[in-house]
């Protein structure tokens, strides 16, 4: 069960403790221009109910199951006993635990590219600055920007950010890989870093859950907020990250250009696949969003190629039976089936086999195999799809998102990472979001919806 976070940062400082928090609070939330006093003196809690209380919490569950035998029933005993699971509410506190002329804040971007990571970025600088934060730095390249004596941190303002947004990519660049984490710390410390925002998906989290620990056992005053970056949306707990949507509505584009080449083509078959190292969620939604998909294959769920009951046999079938074919594949599906690279990459993670181009060579050789003719198209949009802008509403959850974490860190929490859950915005512990990759669960309604709108029988 979740617990509330350690707040190990949280100084009862009586100074800091109303520092105009109530007025800079205001003008985030009603827009007041920065520069306005309070003749009467700072509003009263009375006067204004826009601030978060520490104590509110948002539940994880929120459907309590009558039976185990309910559709997605997740009781943890057999009477389905009611368990409160919650987490804190995100957003703006009256008390702030940050002189904001003393904020020197970074921001970093780390792993592979997302949709709407300069949409966050700008959000975080924009917020900042209407706490009065006006010492804003970008460390660039992930977090190989602490280390290399070449790469110079780049100052950032409401100016330098203003039409960021527009364009795909992370202003500040990304990598994998990287200095240690007490590296990272000492160069914190070394620049005077007290707040350190975050973007990035599993690896750099467990990063910044490492970063925040070092800093209390050098028992620094830092707070570290992470914003969860993964186009696979793969992070636990969460209604959704960042990057999904639009990766999502995106590979519409892909999967239907795979349509009309196999639609308009004597025996044709598309092969797409999306991203998803080891979770299907990309290709899951993408196939049921575009209704154009015949087999949909995650990581989660076994297939096998060959065989009476394998894809091959079920391609077969549709050239016969429709004249055409889609197939959409997760990167992470099927690795049994192509060779190990037996590599990682600079972050450790495992280079994967091409499941999309063994599923096309296979497809090619069995076709000719039983004499039957078939053209096969592969299109892999994994970097197309990555370099989007983020779409209308990744945006809105960019910008929520990028607000709250600002307000997470002037809260004095630290160890954190902001996210949706159940409609609600939530600050999580770090740990809990990341003990492992959040999967499609294969015996859930939208797998069984997935499967139901693709028509596939199961290829084992
Ligand atoms: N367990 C870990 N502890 C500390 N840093 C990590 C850890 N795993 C990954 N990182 C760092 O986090 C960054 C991003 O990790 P990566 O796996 O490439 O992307 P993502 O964050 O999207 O999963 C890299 O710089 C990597 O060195
Ligand atoms: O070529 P790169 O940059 O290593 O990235 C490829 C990988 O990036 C991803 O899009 C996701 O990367 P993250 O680790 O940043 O979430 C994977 O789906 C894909 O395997
Ligand atoms: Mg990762």
Known sequence: MLTESPLPIRHPTPSWRRYLAPKILRQVYEGTPVTEDFAEGYPSDEE??????????????????????????????????????????????????????????????????????NDVIRQIVITLEIYGVKNIVGIPFGYRGFSDKGLAEMPLSRKVVQNIHLSGGSLLGVSRGGPSVSDIVSSMEERGINMLFVLGGNGTHAGANAIHDECRKRKLKVAVVGVPKTIDNDILLMDKTFGFDTAVEEAQRAINSAYIEAHSAYHGIGVVKLMGRSSGFIAMQSSLASGQVDICLIPEVPFNLHGPHGVLRHLKYLIETKGSAVVCVAE???????????????SGNIVLGDI?????????????????????????????????????????????????????????????????????????????????????????????????????????
């Open 48 to 117: 204004w109910h826009g601030y978060i209380n520490n104590n509110d919490r948002v539940l994880l569950k929120v459907i309590h199951y009558s039976s185990p035998t309910s559709a997605g029933a997740e009781c943890i005993d057999p009477n389905c006993t009611w368990v409160e699971q919650w987490v804190h509410r995100a957003g703006p506190r009256e008390k702030i635990y940050f002189k904001p002329e003393e904020v020197k804040a970074a921001i970093v971007t780390c792993g592979g590219l997302c949709p709407g990571l």
């Open 332 to 346: 992470g599906a099927g690795q049994n089936l192509v060779e190990k690279t037996n590599a990682t990459d600079a």
């Open 356 to 460: 999309g181009v063994r599923i096309q060579q296979e497809t090619k050789k069995y076709f000719k195999e039983i004499g039957i003719p078939a053209d096969v198209k592969y299109i892999d949009p994994t970097y197309m799809i990555r370099a989007c802008r983020a779409n209308a509403s990744d945006g809105i959850l960019c910008t929520v998102l990028g607000q709250n974490a600002v307000h997470g860190a002037f809260a004095g929490y630290s160890g954190i990472t902001v996210g949706i859950c159940n409609t609600h915005y939530v600050y999580f512990p770090i740990p809990e979001v990341i003990s492992h990759p959040r999967e499609v669960d294969p015996n859930s309604r939208m797998w069984h919806r997935c499967l139901t709108s693709t028509g596939q029988p199961d290829f084992i």
